[in-house]
């Protein structure tokens, strides 16, 4: 058949000024999703910090007004606002209305500069129904509006002033964005990040909607970062050791403080960005951090000649830390352009870091002491989990060739198609079995509740008959030998029962699959069942509700309550037949599934601490703060 689709000089398009924008916007702010919505904020405020990296700006202010517009204002310089050499308009114009036009591309208006996209202001303007611009320079008040990226009004002078710096006010366009609710809790989280990565500035966020309003401002910088993640832990030294340093292009922070946990956390940031994957500043704080306590540990005679180094997974157990540079001109790569590739980074950070933690030890012997003491312990207990792990395997328990015999698993060896539901108790496992799709459905019961992950080591983990299960089932390994590509899987999904014992069941499967199997979790792969709460039964006819809400609807369509209608408060999946289970809960085209997610690693880290660490105060103040948000609780 032949194709008649013209494609010759009049298919090209030419997208001008903002248009391509706003015709991809993904592409500029990563979605228009909740996500890109904050991305907003953050271009605005980003220019601020660049302010204030610069030494001309102290106070950055966010509000969020009712009808999410939002004001951000700080006192810099001001936006310049004479007329551009090369454009002949305004400077300020020039800035909001065209791509990549900015101080940071080496004209020497930034030596550092954060934001990851480095779109900018012109960006806000082009995702805005209306955008306004007011800098306080030389003496006058300037302003200049703009609407979807077009200049409604010249750029005018509204008065005069003493002050100094910018503000900009914007209302994100509903054309564009799926939702236009900001939220709180996200903004706050990353302008706090932005306080303690730049100790000295103040930043205010204030949001008219929840009349919540919060002054963010960390004297101590990243120290104070670290003392604010290991606030819900047991610190080991009670202040955290800091570091700073410069070097050609680069400032160099480092804090690090030990908890009585067994896992590490160390978040590192190039100009302010989180680089969750990493980079050359990270390998070279890690290498460092290993090669010195190795030579203190064999300089003091913690470590005799003829014993084994302490391991890196050693040294950072129960660490926490922040590695913060700034550089002139990072080079970011990896799959969400999150990981710095500058290769010097890793050299510089590690001198830097050597002499001032070498010194730290020299001087404060007893820190060096229970630091080291914590490593060795950490060591002693990676060889019993190594010898546990030999053990077992030997055993076959651990080999995916030998299936723990509760599995009940399915015909399709097809990992991609395959699910499995871990459900709590036999007789929930033995109505599942009999109500499943056997071709790609596999059923693993659990006996009780599986050992609390937060408060042991792997070596005790291991011996937990359990959590063997579940590492066989699963396939793939555990910890560091944990590789995504083995799951039999690609849907693990939690079905427990919808009380109490059901909740908690559910929290400790939760909090195993972050800390021992991350990359389940990250990639997708954790899900949680979301069965009925109630039958309701009229004439025959059978509906099923799964919150107070459906209820509600479903009494009011049927007429309400009479003497022909019985509603089931379902207390556990066990009360359920296997067509029940099947039809509500497990055939694909009816269930809901809840899809477990790590949108931040920093708040999934301080979550299963608050719920499932020792500290009792940090957990009844969550209970306190969320008490109101529980539905559905038995008692």
């Known amino acids: 058949m032949e194709n008649k689709q013209v494609y010759d000089e009049n298919q090209i398009q030419v997208l001008e000024g903002l248009e391509a924008v706003r015709k991809r916007p993904g592409m500029y702010i990563g979605s228009t999703s909740s996500r890109g919505l904050h991305h907003l904020v953050y ?6 910090i660049d302010e204030a990296l610069a030494g001309f700006c102290q106070n950055i202010t966010v509000t969020v007004n009712e009808d999410n517009s939002v004001l951000v204002t700080d006192d810099g310089r001001g936006i310049p606002v004479g007329m551009h050499p090369k454009m002949h308009k305004p400077t300020l114009e020039v800035i909001m209305t065209v791509l990549h036009a900015g101080g940071k591309f080496g004209g020497g208006g930034y030596k550092v500069a954060g934001g990851l996209h480095g779109v ?15 800098v306080a320079r030389d003496g006058k008040l300037y302003k200049q509006s703009y609407e979807r990226g077009i200049v409604v009004s010249e750029l005018e002078i509204i008065g005069t002033t003493d002050d100094h710096g910018t503000t900009t006010y914007f209302k994100p366009d509903a054309t564009i964005f799926e939702e236009l609710d900001f939220e709180y809790d996200i903004l706050a989280q990353r302008l706090r990040e932005l306080a303690f990565l730049n100790k000295g500035i103040s930043i205010t966020l204030t949001h008219k909607a929840s009349e919540k309003e919060q002054n963010f401002y960390y004297e101590g910088g990243i120290k104070s970062f670290v003392e604010y993640l290991n606030r819900n832990k047991e610190s080991v030294h009670k202040e955290p050791v800091y570091i700073e340093g410069k070097k050609d292009d680069y400032i160099v922070e480092l804090a690090l403080q030990y908890n009585d946990s067994y896992t590490e956390n160390i978040f590192a940031f190039a100009n302010n960005i989180d680089t969750i994957e990493g980079g050359t500043h990270l390998a070279g704080f890690k290498a460092a951090l290993t090669r010195v306590l190795n030579d203190y540990a064999k300089k003091f005679g913690f470590l005799k000649e003829n014993d084994k180094n302490l391991s890196g997974d050693d040294i950072r157990e129960g660490l926490t830390a922040v590695v913060s540079i700034k550089l002139s001109n990072p080079q970011f790569e990896g799959q969400t352009k999150t990981k710095l590739g500058n290769s010097e980074a890793r050299g510089i950070v590690d001198s830097i870091f050597t002499d001032g933690f070498s010194a730290y030890l020299e001087e404060n012997p007893q820190i060096a002491k229970l630091i080291v003491d914590k490593s060795l312990s950490a060591a002693r207990a990676r060889e019993a989990a190594r010898k546990a792990r030999d053990l077992t395997r030997r055993k076959s328990i651990l080999e995916s060739t030998s299936l723990p015999g509760k599995l009940a698993d399915c015909a399709s060896k097809n990992s991609e198609e395959c699910e499995v539901y871990i459900v709590e108790g036999d007789s929930a496992g033995g109505s599942a079995k009999q109500g499943r799709n056997r071709q790609f459905q596999a059923i693993l019961p659990l006996k009780g509740k599986i050992m609390n992950v937060e408060k042991q080591r792997l070596d005790k983990i291991l011996n937990s008959e359990e959590i063997r299960v579940l590492i066989t089932a699963i396939g793939a390994g555990i910890g560091k030998d944990f590789d995504v590509s083995k799951i039999r899987y690609n849907r693990i999904i939690i079905m427990t ?23 389940l979790v990250e ?32 009494m ?80």
């Open 43 to 48: 271009e605005i405020v980003d220019n601020s």
């Open 120 to 134: 900018g202001a012109s960006v806000v303007n082009a995702l805005s129904e209306r955008c306004e611009v007011t």
């Open 497 to 519: 029962d919808a009380d109490v014992d059901g909740a908690h069941i559910r929290t400790l499967l939760l909090t195993f699959f972050y800390r021992y199997m991350k990359e």
């Open 523 to 554: 990639q997708g792969h954790v899900y949680i069942a979301q069965p009925p709460l109630f039958k309701v039964s009229k004439n025959r006819k059978e509906y099923y509700c799964y919150d107070d809400k459906e209820l509600d609807r479903v």
């Open 556 to 635: 009011a369509e049927i007429g309400g309550k009479d003497k022909n209608t019985q509603i089931q408060r379902y207390k556990g999946l066990g009360e359920m037949d296997a067509e029940q289970l099947w039809d509500t809960t497990m055939n694909p085209e009816n269930r809901i599934l809840l899809q477990a997610t790590v949108e931040d690693a920093m708040a999934a880290d301080e979550i299963f601490t608050i719920l499932m660490g020792d500290k009792v105060e940090p957990r009844r103040q969550f209970i306190n703060e969320n008490a109101n948000k529980v539905i559905n609780l038995d008692i």
